[in-house]
């Protein structure tokens, strides 16, 4: 299984992103896939996720408003549209896949996911 994220770089804050994260050696339709981030000497924290059919979709307080997750089952592909960025948004952003039945609650847990990604930088500077 391979998750492969991109789409990081350096932004002006007010600006926008997207990244993108492949999956293949999955069936992705099977999967929760969640977008996590960690700051330079701060812990990974929950960013997004979206679920199997694209029905549900969940956010942490700090990017609601500013951030839309989305996912093409075709191309086994899920995204995150970042507008609006913070200086505090800086960080390295991981995508993570999940098989299990999640809650919404479990679904913003590190440990309930399988897979996840090398990790994009994304830099806002002010």
């Known amino acids: 299984v391979q998750l492969q994220a991109c789409g990081g770089g350096l932004v002006q804050a007010g600006g926008s992103l997207r990244l993108s994260c492949a999956a293949s050696?999955?069936?992705?339709?099977?999967?929760?896939m969640g977008w996590f981030r960690q700051a330079p000497g701060k812990e990974r924290e929950f960013v997004s996720a979206i679920s199997r059919s694209s029905g549900s979709t969940y956010y942490a307080d700090s990017v609601k408003g500013r951030f839309t997750i989305s996912r093409d089952n075709a191309k086994n592909t899920v995204y995150l549209q970042m507008s609006s960025l913070k200086p505090e948004d800086t960080a390295v952003y991981y995508c993570?896949?999940?098989?299990?039945?999640?809650?919404?609650?479990?679904?913003?847990?590190?440990?309930?996911?399988?897979?996840w990604g090398q990790g994009t930088q994304v830099t806002v500077s002010s």
């Open positions: 050696g999955l069936t992705f339709s099977r999967y929760v």
């Open positions: 993570a896949a999940s098989v299990n039945p999640t809650t919404a609650q479990r679904m913003r847990v590190m440990r309930e996911y399988d897979y």
